[in-house]
């Protein structure tokens, strides 16, 4: 048991080092390398974009999926957990509506296309998607005249939606970093591995070792929350 916890605890902290890290690199990505941040409706804007999307997107989903995990929370209610949970994931669906809102400020004032790439279609969906699991989570496992038959019947599709949405979301962020660094980079060009290339590649492998590790800690079944182990 203490062996497990040893794992847990180095896997957590990876993850988290992981995370804050994404966090640093994508501010100095915005501060150092672009146009800052600004609500002007030009590049600044945007700026918020990326900004968002890694705090609230991936790194406050992230954590949401986890809270159960974390073992120094397992002396409190299953209850308050999970309005922790639900918050964080409110947090995360509303600060990635912001951060589409100042997309589509930025393309409408700069007269750019809104919603023809692959990365705003898949982007979308998910933004969509996470809205309603977001609504049957809170039906499902906060409204107390949910039948219990429900809920367990509900729950495989619950976690499963959850771990596939975080998953496309990274992927989304991998697709937009490129998309940005593609557009944006000339003189010298993406091709020709400027230090702001080699940077945000830096960052996306960061995300993706974020999700690889989340993943992990959520697919672990000693690691769950002692009472939820025979589920
Ligand atoms: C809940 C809750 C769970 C599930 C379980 C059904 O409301 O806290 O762990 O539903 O009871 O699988």
Not at 109 to 119: D, E, F, T
Not at 138 to 153: D, I, N
Not at 192 to 216: K, R, T
């Amino acid at each position: 048991a203490m062996e497990n916890f040893k794992h847990f605890l180095v896997v957590l902290s990876v993850a988290a080092a992981a995370g804050l890290v994404s966090i640093i690199f994508v501010l100095r990505w915005v501060l150092h390398f672009r146009e800052g941040l600004a609500w002007d409706g030009g590049p600044a804007e945007f700026n918020w974009h990326p900004v968002l999307i890694v705090i609230g997107f991936i790194f406050l989903q992230g954590t949401a999926i986890i809270v159960y995990r974390i073992p120094w929370t397992w002396h409190r209610s299953k209850l308050m957990m999970k309005f922790i949970h639900a918050g964080l994931n409110l947090l995360a669906f509303i600060l990635a509506v912001i951060s589409m809102v100042a997309v589509f400020d930025f393309h409408n004032a700069a007269k750019i296309p809104n919603m023809y790439s692959l990365h705003s279609w898949v982007g979308l969906a998910a933004v969509i998607l996470y809205g309603l699991q977001l609504v049957l989570g809170v039906g499902m496992y906060l409204m107390p005249f949910t039948p219990a038959s429900w809920r367990a019947a509900f729950m495989p599709l619950h976690v499963y939606g959850g771990l596939f949405l975080f998953t496309s979301v990274i992927a989304v962020a991998l697709m937009g970093i490129t998309e940005k660094l593609i557009f944006s980079l000339s003189n010298p060009k993406y091709k020709d591995s400027p230090p702001e290339a080699i940077f945000v590649n830096v960052l996306g492998l960061l995300l993706v070792v974020f999700g690889a590790l989340i993943l992990w800690i959520a697919t672990r079944k000693s690691w769950k929350r002692p009472s939820e182990q025979i589920l």
